[in-house]
């Protein structure tokens, strides 16, 4: 476990191609059909392959600012929408806010139209959903996995967790067989499942047998899931932080609304408008520093003899990054434990974008790739919210707790709140 500022950054960032594999376990080689996904693979030739093909789709949505300004505001209206129908009675935002951000996931992999209003990506979202709700299940098959002959016992944890990703994959398997019979190579990729089929195609003109190999059906459903379960998850749990950070503390949504009112008069926020609300950055810098959705990350496994602080390291060693004793280090930051924005803006009022010992999309040959649409669709959302909603406790006086629970991610404990329509 590396579990300070100087051992965390020690391995994720200068010996990152040393930590820079997956150690596949019984239930991450059988649930990823053999460690063909990006998140759980083996740092390798495919592994290298799909994260490039995934890095590239992703850029060339990310680039296209009308394109994915246009998806994720459909949805802000929808949630917006939503909000404003529960006409100040309290709710729990968590289902609405998964769902939104999913069905921006959904128009990102498979096309404008796609969203869960569609039963079989309704069916993949509730999917996902009971498999990181299923926090036992998970913890089970966790320790399961370190010992190897737990596999040939009859344990049906291992078939609990395994059998939901089976039947993800065969949902994925009609939309992209779909896709398959209409492609047509001529056309410009307008989705993730059209970019993997672009990079096929190429591939077998080139009459490429290895990358050909890379391209088979069992990568390209896993790359589709990695997109969905990593894009909806992290990005939903942290709007959940982000909206219960600012219940306890109201003086930052003030602020943040200030912020907001001066810029816009009547109209939506939109992507241009990023360099002008440093507030909402910050909000989003600190919340993901204080909320640690992923306080371990994933597991890395050495690919070679190395060293960290100053100890040996053996090939095969898993380790743990702990990002979030780093993010808690009061070395590092003052009052750790207090959410307070503010500390990532400078005193002429501008964002500071690097101040070191800050890792919640981890960092080196494994950080999250998924790491700028992430930040496209929380700048969104919460500008979206805040400038129409002021949000508010349950009941007065009884915020919602700030006490995480983990479950592969972590995530507020379920509460409600009331969105207060502004004037």
């Given at each position: 476990?590396?579990?300070?500022?100087?051992?965390?950054?020690?391995?994720?960032?200068?010996?990152?191609?040393?930590?820079?594999?997956?150690?596949?376990?019984?239930?991450?080689?059988?649930?990823?059909?053999?460690?063909?996904?990006?998140?759980?693979?083996?740092?390798?030739?495919?592994?290298?392959?799909?994260?490039?093909?995934?890095?590239?789709?992703?850029?060339?949505?990310?680039?296209?600012?009308?394109?994915?300004?246009?998806?994720?505001?459909?949805?802000?209206?929808?949630?917006?929408?939503?909000?404003?129908?529960?006409?100040?009675?309290?709710?729990?935002?968590?289902?609405?806010?998964?769902?939104?951000?999913?069905?921006?996931?959904?128009?990102?992999?498979?096309?404008?139209?796609?969203?869960?209003?569609?039963?079989?990506?309704?069916?993949?979202?509730?999917?996902?959903?009971?498999?990181?709700?299923?926090?036992?299940?998970?913890?089970?098959?966790?320790?399961?996995?370190?010992?190897?002959?737990?596999?040939?016992?009859?344990?049906?944890?291992?078939?609990?967790?395994?059998?939901?990703?089976?039947?993800?994959?065969?949902?994925?398997?009609?939309?992209?067989?779909?896709?398959?019979?209409?492609?047509?190579?001529?056309?410009?990729?307008?989705?993730?499942?059209?970019?993997?089929?672009?990079?096929?195609?190429?591939?077998?003109?080139?009459?490429?047998?290895?990358?050909?190999?890379?391209?088979?059906?069992?990568?390209?459903?896993?790359?589709?899931?990695?997109?969905?379960?990593?894009?909806?998850?992290?990005?939903?749990?942290?709007?959940?932080?982000?909206?219960?950070?600012?219940?306890?503390?109201?003086?930052?949504?003030?602020?943040?609304?200030?912020?907001?009112?001066?810029?816009?008069?009547?109209?939506?926020?939109?992507?241009?408008?990023?360099?002008?609300?440093?507030?909402?950055?910050?909000?989003?810098?600190?919340?993901?520093?204080?909320?640690?959705?992923?306080?371990?990350?994933?597991?890395?496994?050495?690919?070679?003899?190395?060293?960290?602080?100053?100890?040996?390291?053996?090939?095969?060693?898993?380790?743990?990054?702990?990002?979030?004793?780093?993010?808690?280090?009061?070395?590092?930051?003052?009052?750790?434990?207090?959410?307070?924005?503010?500390?990532?803006?400078?005193?002429?009022?501008?964002?500071?974008?690097?101040?070191?010992?800050?890792?919640?999309?981890?960092?080196?040959?494994?950080?999250?790739?998924?790491?700028?649409?992430?930040?496209?669709?929380?700048?969104?959302?919460l500008s979206w919210m805040l400038q129409k909603f002021t949000f508010v406790a349950e009941e007065e006086g009884h915020p919602p707790s700030l006490r995480g629970?983990?479950?592969?991610?972590?995530?507020?404990?379920?509460?409600?709140?009331?969105?207060?329509?502004?004037?």
């Open positions: 476990m590396a579990s300070t500022p100087e051992a965390v950054k020690e391995m994720l960032v200068k010996k990152s191609a040393d930590y820079a594999g997956r150690q596949q376990t019984y239930s991450v080689e059988v649930g990823t059909l053999g460690g063909k996904d990006i998140a759980f693979g083996n740092y390798g030739p495919a592994w290298k392959f799909h994260r490039k093909l995934f890095t590239t789709a992703l850029r060339q949505y990310l680039s296209d600012i009308p394109l994915i300004e246009g998806r994720v505001s459909t949805q802000a209206e929808k949630l917006v929408r939503f909000m404003e129908e529960q006409d100040g009675k309290p709710f729990d935002p968590g289902d609405c806010l998964q769902r939104s951000v999913a069905d921006v996931i959904c128009g990102i992999t498979f096309g404008e139209g796609y969203d869960t209003t569609n039963p079989d990506l309704n069916k993949l979202l509730k999917l996902n959903v009971d498999v990181v709700a299923d926090t036992a299940t998970a913890q089970l098959v966790t320790i399961l996995d370190f010992f190897p002959l737990a596999k040939y016992l009859p344990i049906k944890a291992y078939d609990r967790f395994i059998q939901p990703f089976f039947k993800m994959f065969d949902i994925i398997r009609i939309f992209l067989r779909d896709r398959e019979k209409n492609f047509d190579p001529e056309e410009p990729v307008q989705d993730l499942i059209s970019g993997l089929l672009h990079a096929k195609h190429e591939a077998e003109c080139e009459n490429d047998e290895e990358i050909a190999a890379f391209l088979s059906d069992d990568y390209l459903v896993n790359t589709i899931e990695d997109m969905f379960i990593a894009g909806y998850e992290t990005t939903s749990t942290t709007m959940k932080w982000a909206i219960a950070f600012l219940v306890n503390y109201p003086k930052y949504q003030e602020d943040i609304q200030r912020q907001l009112d001066e810029i816009f008069d009547g109209r939506n926020p939109s992507l241009h408008d990023r360099p002008n609300l440093p507030l909402i950055h910050a909000t989003i810098i600190e919340t993901l520093r204080v909320g640690n959705v992923a306080p371990l990350a994933l597991p890395h496994f050495t690919l070679t003899d190395t060293t960290l602080c100053g100890y040996r390291v053996p090939k095969g060693t898993i380790v743990f990054a702990d990002t979030e004793s780093v993010h808690m280090d009061p070395k590092c930051w003052e009052n750790p434990t207090v959410f307070n924005p503010y500390r990532h803006i400078d005193e002429d009022g501008k964002l500071i974008t690097n101040q070191g010992n800050f890792y919640p999309f981890g960092a080196g040959r494994r950080f999250c790739a998924g790491e700028p649409l992430a930040k496209v669709e929380l700048f969104m959302f629970v983990f479950s592969g991610t972590q995530f507020p404990a379920p509460y409600k709140i009331r969105a207060i329509k502004r004037k």
